[in-house]
T-cell receptor
Framework: EAQVTQNPRYLITVTGKKLTVTCSQN?????MSWYRQDPGLGLRQIYY???????DKGDVPEGYKVSRKEKRNFPLILESPSPNQTSLYFC???????????????FGPGTRLTVL | GENVEQHPSTLSVQEGDSAVIKCTYSDSASNYFPWYKQELGKRPQLIID?????GEKKDQRIAVTLNKTAKHFSLHITETQPEDSAVYFCAATGNQFYFGTGTSLTVIP
């Protein structure tokens, strides 16, 4: 089944404790992205990647890192989480034809992160 | 960067009526405009999209129109049903995705 998976789905942690949220897709998509969703603010793009070893900052990259060593995986790393990073996080992927993002984007199930 | 504004933030309609949600964008380089539906506790799902070389697209009860000159695009849902109740997001993109802040649609039976 074609899908985007994220782990963990729920995470409660404390300020400063490094964490990684994994994202994987099995559709051979080139474009992958991370978003955070906060009430009243919609979805905001954190980082995106148009292909392996290529990553770019989105609208709200501060406090986050990503890597794209393999096509299927795009982990989100919070080196020193803070309470303002408490949010619902979504990973997404799309075909990325010709290096563009203008294709149907498929979202993972979401990760609800609470930083105390 | 791009700025996407979405209105209204909440919308209530009677079952069978039409619903219209409007978005404006600022960057003329944006060339792809998808609309997503998000039900409570679930992930966003694409319902319709339009590219900048097209002015209108329709899929059954859902249609999207794009006015590149005015930099606005709209979602039209006809013959609304209770299962259309959800939050709808518009987005504008070139390489980076910019989302509107969402419209909570309630269809009253």
């Amino acid at each position: 089944e074609a899908q985007v998976t994220q782990n963990p789905r729920y995470l409660i942690t404390v300020t400063g404790k490094k964490l990684t949220v994994t994202c994987s897709q099995n559709m051979n998509h080139e474009y992958m992205s991370w978003y955070r969703q906060d009430p009243g603010l919609g979805l905001r793009q954190i980082y995106y990647s148009m292909n392996v070893e290529v990553t770019d900052k989105g609208d709200v990259p501060e406090g986050y890192k990503v890597s794209r060593k393999e096509k299927r995986n795009f982990p989100l790393i919070l080196e020193s989480p803070s309470p303002n990073q408490t949010s619902l996080y979504f990973c997404a992927s799309s075909l990325g034809t010709s290096g563009h993002s203008t294709d149907t984007q498929y979202f993972g199930p979401g990760t609800r992160l609470t930083v105390l | 960067g791009e700025n996407v504004e979405q209105h209204p933030s909440t919308l209530s309609v009677q079952e069978g009526d039409s619903a219209v949600i409007k978005c404006t964008y600022s960057d003329s380089a944006s060339n792809y405009f998808p609309w997503y539906k998000q039900e409570l506790g679930k992930r966003p799902q694409l319902i319709i999209d339009i590219r900048s070389n097209v002015g209108e697209k329709k899929d059954q009860r859902i249609a999207v129109t794009l006015n590149k000159t005015a930099k606005h695009f709209s979602l039209h849902i006809t013959e609304t049903q209770p299962e259309d109740s959800a939050v709808y997001f518009c987005a504008a993109t070139g390489n980076q995705f910019y989302f509107g802040t969402g419209t909570s649609l309630t269809v009253i039976p």
